[in-house]
């Protein structure tokens, strides 16, 4: 609508990662040792939420990007302090798949008006109410943050800080951390690469309309909901290295279904269900693997070491990587060659399945005990 140039797009679309990479350090600094969690997400909203306001009436480049950056630097590192809070204050941390399901419920009651809004409106004033609505949420959640439980910063400054970050770069010399740090990159590339190819996917070649292509990839978010839900048990069950190689498989099966059942809308649209294994048994594993094996004072700066993966640098790769794929193998009749595209996604997953199979060996078999220090 403000009629921005492919290059300051794609600026805008990098905000994310920027935040993600710059702002994870930034939560795990201020938030562990300085600030209460949950006043740390208060503020943080306030300055997000007035920011959204700001770019709802940006009508220029520079001011837009400017709102929008700091939108991203602010809200991203709350992702890492939700996990803080609910891990400071479940008394088990498989209990965190029911929390964390809030958090796609929340996706989904969002993506759905949203689509069907737009699909009917799509002027200027629409788009804009959009950025309108998101700040004045966001001004609320700050409002909410402070009734959630205290959870007071650690003792400590920055000697402490820094070391707690030493120690938790220092576990990578583990042999089966490394291995985690390694497929979890792999898994976050394949994920992000999903996000970014599966809407043009969708409407350009399964022929799903545009203004219902969210519709049908938030039947993922639905399913990641029940998945969060029989997590605790399904690790209880299969274990960490199991219910991982399950998670990521999902990735595997959902690209092959791309790839060789694009004709028949029907298998497409349920193929997205499997999005909430792919999440669940992979990325929530992690996070839960995290604060289980890795020592107390370093919990915090390990959860934000595997989200600059899984949020920032993953997502980074996958925003230059899959768009350039495309490129190559759209021909010169503007058709992309989508089998193909979505055979490497596919075998990006397997090749992360194969080295967690055979490569993976974490200290307990399913959520119990702590990793001794390194």
């Not at 938790?168 to 390694?182: D, E, M, N, S, W």
């Not at 799903?208 to 049908?216: P, Q, R, T, Y």
């Not at 990521?248 to 099966?253: C, D, K, N, P």
């Not at 934000?304 to 490129?327: H, T």
Request: some cysteine; hydrophobic content about 55%.
């Amino acid at each position: 609508m403000l009629g921005f140039s492919a290059g300051q797009q794609a600026l805008v679309g990098s905000c994310w990662g920027i935040a993600s990479v710059v702002g994870i350090f930034f939560s795990n600094h201020f938030a562990d040792r300085y600030f209460a969690a949950e006043r740390f997400l208060a503020v943080s909203h306030v300055i997000g939420g007035l920011c959204m306001l700001g770019a709802a009436y940006s009508t220029a480049f520079m001011p837009f990007f400017a709102f929008y950056l700091a939108y991203s630097l602010v809200y991203v590192p709350t992702l890492s302090v939700t996990n803080t809070i609910a891990f400071a204050n479940l008394k088990e941390g498989k209990d965190f798949g029911t929390v964390r399901a809030g958090g796609t419920v929340g996706w989904v009651m969002a993506s759905w008006p949203f689509v069907f809004i737009l699909g009917a409106h799509s002027g200027p004033e629409e788009v804009r109410s959009i950025f309108i609505v998101s700040g004045v949420i966001s001004l609320v959640l700050a409002a909410f943050s402070l009734t959630l439980p205290h959870t007071p910063p650690k003792k400590g400054g920055d000697d402490v800080d820094a070391l707690a970050w030493r120690r938790a770069l220092g576990l990578l010399k583990k042999p089966f951390v490394a291995v985690l740090f390694f497929v979890t990159f792999i898994d976050s590339v394949v994920h992000n690469g999903y996000f970014v190819m599966a809407d043009a996917f969708l409407t350009n070649r399964v022929g799903i309309a545009g203004n219902l292509s969210m519709v049908v990839l938030s039947l993922g978010q639905i399913a990641e909901v029940l998945t969060m839900l029989v997590l605790g048990t399904v690790l209880g069950k299969l274990g960490w290295r199991k219910t991982m190689i399950v998670g990521i498989l999902g990735h595997a099966a959902r690209f092959l279904a791309f790839s060789f059942l694009s004709d028949s809308v029907a298998s497409i649209v349920a193929v997205q269900l499997l999005h909430g294994i792919c999440y669940a048994f992979f990325f929530a594993t992690v996070y839960i693997f995290v604060d289980e094996a890795f020592p107390k004072d370093v919990r915090s700066s390990a959860q934000g070491l595997f989200n600059l993966l899984i949020l920032g640098v993953g997502n980074m790769v996958a925003s230059s990587f899959f768009p350039n794929l495309v490129a190559k193998l759209t021909g010169v009749d503007g058709v992309v060659d989508y089998r193909t595209l979505f055979l490497v996604p596919a075998g990006l997953a397997t090749l992360g399945a194969l080295v967690l199979a055979f490569a993976f060996h974490p200290p307990t078999a399913a959520p119990a005990g702590a990793l001794e220090d390194a």
